[in-house]
């Protein structure tokens, strides 16, 4: 998604429709909530003359990220690009891609949505989402460059964006209580008949082990229900528990349930979310048992997908970790 | 149930009809397959004479055996007693609690089935079902006992009838992997909407560590998918598969998901079954990673419920163990 310099661009901030005109095939002319907006919208993105890019955000999944910055190199080549999301170490991992880039990453999509034709009804727009870089005294200058399209960002810190992944919180969980289901492929909404109290046992579960893998690498450790209530309160959602935030939503009513294992909600966040958590709990002594029970009960039932924890990631957040905290001043008296 | 000394009760082969005339609301008259049966069914057991009975077959949940035998002691007294199915160490168990008793046990149930209006369409009725008692010599004579009415029973050993339960291989997988479904009542039947392949995983890398258990204590370590064959196959069961053999056979088509975790595929098949497996691999050193992982998550979304192995079983079974080792004749050379 390459932004334009032009300021005039309306912002993303609640639910909006986007319509798209298209000439050709292609999208040539589109209107958000009726006001006209130019767009420049193509699968050539290297075609796009390099001086109408101010920015880039990366919207997928975080292990397609090494063939991405591949394709794209010259396009990225010394631009900010927001991961969103970034995944475990997303923006460390792209700035080893591509060491020109200045790199940032956010703990979520900033949106979802559906089309209808020519109609994009977007919904889900997080507010309160975390955005940081590598350099923490950066993140303010990105955050400055991405909020003029994204006023929903917040700064914060990269141990914090790395850890703080909702998706990755309940996705793995969600799936295994819906396994058969998922597998073959029954329709059900996800957010709706997938939940129930049983799973919110095992989502506080997770999240109770994930804060704790939090609290050792020096990320905020705010529950997975505050991360959420944060980003959908506006729209919607209520409700003391991840569960009853999940059911209330409004804009998760239509979400369906994946129709196979083979699903990023595994695949991607798994490699580059839970399973990182475990393999931090680990390095760092932190026991995570449930996330542990969780992810080998899922890696029986599906044997051919790749659910381990992607190792460059993980050493390169624990040594973003050391260097952090070598750098924090030394507290009084200590 | 009470089984009368009467040769000329029909036997329990293969799918009937079996249809109860009542009077003043209780079965008084009874037609297997149009031919017409005397039946005594009271719920006031003790209040039928003595004389009548021959033996018993318990047929109840595992976990209640001590409350029953607490109620129904003078019924069972010096009697042969089979239950079916005896969970983990059923006839040992029954023997601590009643010494007169001449206990044996089955794997499962002999028969299922369903009441419409005053027929009982039993189906599922299991061909060479394996049935012992604690004294190995003393099983032919009780096999002699049951197979009057029960002609499908097979002799067997303790240590197989106790760790061949095919319910305890299948239940807690199934309700895993189905749990939210289960959790809130969602309707689905079991054995077609909750199979998937993804299930034949789990419930195929339960049954290798159950097998590797059962050749440390000298049980028939058959796959638990010929056991379901063995049973079932005469009535229409196919597959190699554990999920072809439950998805192909008539018998199980609209057996429904349970409404709730707290159920006997739960509550009875963990403690009595698939921990027990898990507790027996512990103590005698073979590795149940897959079925502790499996145990630990449903642990995780029923916090409630009783999920740890029955102790007193677990003890009675492997002195048992011992005992039968020790009184095996050395192999030659030994």
């Known amino acids: 998604l390459p932004l334009p310099h032009d300021d005039n661009l309306p912002q993303v901030t609640t639910t909006r429709h986007l319509r ?12 958000l ?7 420049t919208l193509t699968s050539q993105i290297t075609a796009l003359a390099a001086r109408e890019i101010a920015a ?3 919207v997928a999944e975080s292990r397609v990220l090494p063939r991405l910055v591949a394709e794209h190199r010259e396009l990225l080549r010394g ?9 475990l170490a997303g923006a460390l991992r792209l700035a080893e891609l ?8 956010a703990t ?17 727009i997080k507010q309160n989402l975390p955005i940081a870089t590598a350099q923490a005294q950066r993140t303010a200058e990105l955050h400055a460059v991405f909020a003029r399209h994204l006023p929903t960002l917040v700064p914060s810190d990269l141990v914090t ?4 992944n909702t998706n990755h919180l309940i996705h793995p969980p969600i799936t295994l209580l819906n396994a058969v289901r998922v597998d073959g492929a029954h329709p059900f909404r996800l957010y709706r008949e997938g939940v129930s109290p049983a799973l919110n046992e095992l989502l506080e579960a997770v999240d109770i082990e994930r804060r704790a893998v939090c609290r050792a690498v020096g990320a905020d450790d705010r529950r997975g229900r505050d991360w959420l209530h944060g980003f959908y309160h506006h729209d919607g959602m209520e409700g003391e528990t991840l569960a009853q935030c999940l059911q209330s939503y409004p804009g998760f009513e239509s979400v369906p349930g994946p129709g196979t294992l083979d699903y990023r909600y595994l695949t991607d966040d798994i490699p580059h979310g839970v399973a990182q958590w475990s393999a931090l709990g680990r390095r760092l002594g932190v026991p995570t048992p449930a996330i542990d029970h969780v992810l080998e009960v899922l890696r029986i039932l599906a044997p051919d997908l790749d659910l381990v924890a992607d190792e460059q990631g993980l050493e390169l957040f624990l040594r973003h970790v050391e260097q952090t905290a ?4 030394v507290p009084a008296g200590g």
Chains 1, 2 share one sequence.
């Open 108 to 124: 979520g999509f900033p949106a979802a949505g559906f089309a209808q034709g020519d109609l994009f009804v977007l919904r889900g």
């Open 56 to 58: 880039c955000v990366i």
């Open 33 to 39: 909530d009726g006001r006209q907006i130019p767009i």
């Open 326 to 329: 070598a750098a924090q001043p």
């Open 79 to 87: 631009r900010p690009v927001l991961l969103a999301p970034g995944g």
């Open 20 to 31: 798209c005109q298209q000439q050709k095939g292609k999208p040539s002319r589109a209107e």
């Open 161 to 164: 964006t790395s850890m703080a």
């Open 98 to 105: 591509e060491p020109s880039v200045q790199a940032a990453e």
